[in-house]
């Protein structure tokens, strides 16, 4: 592939950059406010006493970072990306043993006063690494040594902020997964990654827990065991029309496992399920994809996931996070701890009404009721000062920024920047997303930044250099090739 | 497969996503109205608990330290309505128009969104009146703190009192509110971080009246207030009290130590108050009335009045000079009635005894030439350099024994005194033509000249002294955490000499008039020169000679020799401590020192 330079001339997309400091815009307004108390008075002596006054720091350092980037070209940040990656892995393995501890996770470096958090760089030099991987024009994410190596790119970093107790950020990894679909990745992956996630809540709402103790008294198998049943079997019976051996099969496989748990025990049912669904797997492969095994070994699978999430509650979830995700799907009614805050939350949010208080005027999180009111419940000031005008606004705002990026992706002629966009959508989206939801109920409180508004500086500054290199390489988009 | 169509489905997945939250949020904002009146009603009220302040107790445990409950109306400005009925209000508090101005504003002025003070301690009657009126007011409330009361009206000194925490406190410490009581004075200060405990927080639902409805989630999320530690003090108050009693009408201190561990037993400043005043509504007023007072009751006199040790410092010389060898326990040294020093000067000695072939007569007899001279010798003393040198060593000594030094007994605020030093005498002594020289300084020998210390210091001397040179430091608080006793660099056998002396002066010296039969008393009478007035009777004494366990200093001024009051005060309470009881000899002094009333007696 070779294209001739028809253009030196840059062109920078001034709509993101309207968007981006919309945002900004916003975010400052929702620090103030929820700093703000009536006696406070700054000075640029005190200023940085404030966090507002840190705030404009962090954006001033943003703003050093965004006249950097347009030092390089976009042939430096295809080179840059491995070296980018390994600093950043190195940086993740490092603040295992060198990080400070921060609100539960070991995830912070701190330097001459300063914090920084590893994993925000990590996001970019990911996004770039997997851009420069994905870009070379041999490599396909339909191959299995090259789906091998992505997953193996994106699961690295996600696993050493795992290892930092920090779940919420290592989750955000997971939504590179529209970037490899958008790549050509079969859509039963995204089917796949919906129904990991709907099975988990579903199996939770089944499952039946002692309120104080948490402990499993019932495992959600049955009931999602017979509805997985008997989608399969409609699906064997569309398939294989009017041929109803081959349903009547799938049928009775499906049927012996769900009565499995009658004559087993919980333990013996997740192995024997494991092996079941090796064993269909491996017929599948054997008889030259015979569909009878295709759909049990579908179903084995789905019914062992269930019954291994009972005991991911218990074994891999720490006590807080399993109750955060129990109060969300309303499992454990008493509001302690954690119900306290959402409830607190939703109060805020709620109060506001068509139109909200007013700037500065939101006296219920003023009251001091919502918690981590500039990081993880920031959303709650917009929410009671502007109301649902105020939502609309801003969500309206983020919703034009990823729709804008996604049509600069798809506009350029280089693979690479078209990756690099669609990763920066993604992880810009998955931080909106559950951070608005967590505030209003609809997801797990995980703990992640709403991009460009929390309050901090390390998730500031990522994101900023996230979208200007988007906006750095779109401005060459006419020179190049790669 | 046209991968590019892909980005529909992408569009759409943030497109449909960022719906769900709009749908939500539109529920919980525009169509459910409950949210609202959640959040207007300010139905969550979020309230401060006060921990109980730590008791105090005496070394014995009793109690004499507690708290006990009040009741504050306390207003929250921001909630207070434009239009509410000031009349009925201030009828209610009994308070006038111009104060219900005056107190909102300074609660606004402080904060408009934190609680404070509107009315202090209000009356019972007035707690009950508002609780069933205050839904009418909203932005006020009642709450509940506890002040102290006091188990007997002695050691206010020891105590020390609360007081509102000031601005400059309130800034540094993020525990305090406007309002709150911190400790300002005595142990109520020094240990304040332990008294006062940590405060809790409560959760209520209130009415759309601003009515307490209930505890919000059954106390869920309430954080208990957690109790002060209690503090126990080494004062004995049984001694405590009696000392008080016989310093009645006298002004002075007495310091009473155990010299096997440094514990204080009793220490008195006298005049004192009764430390109730000090507490409750009449706090402000009292304290004014304390603060005019002439006999200055409020000064802890034991740590901050400072005198010249007059003659109580000449067992501590003679220990000096044993121990640098200028004397030994059988020296003889002309008496003659005085020391002449040159060109004509004399320390005189009043005392109209033989002179002393020995130590024991020189300590019994307060003899003044003897020390002179023991001074004299040591400060001429060839095993250093020169004068400054073996001067600066004789005041190393005297240092070792806590003199000059603010001694951390657990009381702010005590003064060091001063000491004589080196430099001071080069600095107002030196010339070309003239540098001091021993004859210079030699009041020194007899406790007077630059001389000042405190009655604490006293007591901790004697106390050091009583053990043998082995250093306890002196404190008030049992468990106190202290530094290791050391030992000071004299010889056991040299205070095995000076308690021998010092019993001698119980036995047939200055201080015969107050020995209590059975009882193995070692003292030394000293009188403070004092350029004011009449001179200051002071009294050191340890019992018993072996294995002490009580050492006692007292000061009583303005009257005269240290035998006059002093000793049989401190006698009387040693008496007290060892025997528990006062023999039918010691009752007569008992009552002179009781009815003594040294402090109306110009007026009589």
């Keep these: ?482 | 497969m046209n991968l590019e169509s892909r980005k529909f489905i992408v569009a759409g997945i943030f497109i449909f996503f960022s719906i769900v939250l709009l749908v939500r949020l539109y529920n919980i904002q525009v169509k459910d109205d409950s949210y609202k009146d959640l959040a207007d009603s300010n139905y969550i009220h979020k309230k401060t608990t006060y921990p109980a302040r730590g008791l105090i107790f005496d070394t014995n445990s009793r109690l004499l330290v507690d708290n006990q409950p009040v009741y504050d109306l306390m207003v929250i400005p921001r909630n207070v309505k434009k239009e509410m009925d000031t009349t009925k209000f201030c009828n209610l508090f009994n308070i006038s128009r111009k104060d219900f101005v005056e107190n909102l504003s300074k609660a606004k002025k402080y904060s408009s969104r934190k609680q404070s003070i509107f009315l202090k301690q209000i009356s019972p009657v007035m707690f009950g009146k508002a609780q069933e009126y205050l839904y009418l007011f909203p932005g006020f409330f009642t709450q509940v703190r506890t002040i102290r009361s006091y188990h007997t009206r002695s050691a206010p000194h020891i105590y020390g009192y609360l007081g509102e925490v000031n601005q400059r406190k309130l800034e540094q410490d993020e525990y305090y509110d406007l309002g709150d009581y911190i400790g300002q004075s005595g142990v109520e200060k020094s240990y304040e971080k332990d008294l006062r405990g940590i405060k809790g927080e409560k959760y209520v639902t209130v009415d759309a009246y601003n009515r307490e409805k209930e505890s919000y989630q059954d106390g869920a999320n309430d954080v208990p207030a957690e109790q002060g530690k209690n503090l126990q003090l080494t004062i004995d108050i049984d001694l405590q009290e009696y000392a008080e009693k016989l310093m009645a009408n006298k002004i002075g201190s007495v310091v009473a130590i155990d010299p096997s561990n440094g514990e204080i037993l009793t220490m008195v400043s006298s005049p004192s108050y009764d430390p109730s005043l000090l507490t409750g509504r009449a706090r402000g007023e009292n304290m004014r009335m304390l603060n005019n007072d002439k006999l200055k009751r409020q000064l802890n006199r034991c740590i901050t009045a400072t005198y010249p040790p007059g003659s109580t410092l000449k067992p501590f010389v003679a220990l000096i000079g044993l121990q640098e060898g200028v004397i030994n326990k059988n020296s003889y040294i002309h008496c003659g009635g005085g020391f002449s020093y040159g060109s004509g000067s004399m320390v005189r000695c009043s005392h109209g005894h033989p002179s002393c072939s020995n130590i024991y007569c020189a300590i019994e007899q307060s003899c003044n030439p003897y020390f002179c001279e023991v001074f004299k010798r040591s400060i001429v003393n060839s095993k250093y350099e020169n004068e400054e040198a073996s001067l600066q060593q004789w005041i190393n000594y005297l240092e070792e024994f806590g003199l000059g030094k603010s001694l951390k007994i657990g009381l702010p605020g005590m003064v060091k005194g001063n000491m004589p030093s080196v430099a001071y005498y080069n600095k107002i002594h030196n010339n070309e033509y003239w540098h001091w020289k021993w004859a210079t300084i030699i009041s020194l020998s007899i406790g007077q000249g630059e001389f000042a210390v405190t009655p604490m210091h006293l007591a901790n001397s004697i106390s050091i002294l009583a053990n043998r040179g082995e250093y306890h430091y002196p404190h008030l608080v049992k468990n106190a955490k202290q530094p290791e006793s050391k030992k000071v660099s004299i010889d056991k056998r040299h205070f095995d000499t000076i308690a021998d002396a010092m019993e001698q002066v119980m036995l047939s010296g200055t201080g015969r008039g107050s020995a209590v039969e059975g009882l193995s008393i070692c003292g030394k009478t000293g009188t403070a020169q004092n350029p004011h007035g009449d001179d200051h009777s002071i009294f050191i004494s340890f019992a018993p000679k072996i294995n002490p366990k009580i050492a006692i200093a007292a000061i009583i001024e303005n009257s005269g020799y240290g035998s006059t009051y002093a000793a049989p005060i401190s006698t009387l309470m040693i008496e007290k401590y060892l025997n528990d009881t006062i023999s039918r000899a010691g009752k007569v002094r008992e009552k002179r020192m009781l009815e003594a009333d040294l402090i109306n007696k110009e007026e009589k």
């Design chain 1, 1 to 482: 592939m070779s294209f001739t330079r028809s253009s030196s001339k840059k062109q920078t997309d001034w709509v993101t950059i309207l968007l981006y400091l919309a945002i900004v815009v916003v975010g400052f307004g929702a620090i103030y406010t929820s700093n703000y108390t009536e006696d406070m008075h700054i000075t640029w002596s005190n200023l940085l006493d404030f966090k507002i006054g840190k705030h404009i720091l962090f954006m001033a350092v943003s703003f050093i970072a965004v006249l950097v980037i347009q030092l390089f070209d976009r042939k430096f940040f295809v080179n840059i990306s491995p070296i980018l990656y390994l600093i950043s892995i190195i940086l993740l393995i490092g603040v295992l043993f060198f990080g400070e501890i921060k609100g539960g996770s070991r995830s912070w470096y701190k330097i001459a006063g300063f914090s920084f958090q590893p994993s925000e760089l990590a996001k970019v030099g990911t996004a770039l690494m997997l851009a420069h991987f994905l870009s070379d024009f041999n490599v396909s994410v339909t191959k299995l040594k090259d789906f091998l190596i992505t997953a193996a790119l994106i699961l690295l970093p996600m696993a050493l902020i795992l290892v930092q107790s920090d779940a919420g950020t290592a989750l955000v990894y997971t939504s590179l997964i529209l970037v490899l679909y958008r790549e050509g990745l079969s859509p039963w992956f995204l089917a796949l990654y919906g129904s990991v996630i709907g099975l988990f809540v579903l199996t939770l709402i089944f499952t039946k827990f002692d309120p104080t103790t948490l402990a499993v008294l019932q495992t959600g198998y049955r009931p999602l065991s017979i509805g997985l049943g008997i989608i399969t079997s409609l699906f064997a019976l569309f398939h294989f029309k009017n041929k109803w051996v081959g349903t009547a099969i799938v049928v009775s496989i499906c049927l012996a496992l769900i009565l499995l748990p009658l004559i087993v025990n919980d333990l013996v049912l997740l192995i024997s399920l494991f092996v079941s669904f090796v064993a269909l797997a491996i017929l599948y492969v054997v008889s030259k994809k015979n569909a009878i095994f295709l759909f049990s070994s579908v179903f084995s699978l789905g019914a062992f996931y269930v019954q291994a999430v009972s005991y991911i509650c218990t074994a891999v979830l720490l006590p807080y996070q399993l109750k955060r995700i129990l109060i969300l799907v309303n499992i454990i009614s008493d509001r302690k701890g954690a119900g306290y805050n959402l409830e607190q939350s939703k109060i805020a949010i709620g109060s506001g009404g068509w139109t909200g208080k007013g700037f500065l005027e939101g006296n219920y999180v003023h009251s001091g009721f919502v918690p981590e009111v500039d990081t993880d419940f920031i959303f709650c000031n917009i929410g009671e000062e502007f109301g649902f005008m105020g939502s609309l606004t801003v969500i309206g705002l983020f919703l034009l920024l990823f729709l804008r990026i996604l049509s600069i992706a798809e506009k350029q002629k280089s693979k690479f920047t078209r990756i690099y966009a669609y990763c920066v959508a993604s992880i810009l989206f998955f931080h909106f997303f559950i951070n608005i939801a967590m505030d209003i109920g609809l997801a797990p409180v995980i703990g992640i930044p709403l991009p460009l508004i929390s309050y901090g500086g390390s998730s500031f500054l990522g994101f900023t250099i996230l979208i200007f290199i988007l906006i750095k390489l779109d401005s060459e988009k006419n020179n190049v090739v790669r």
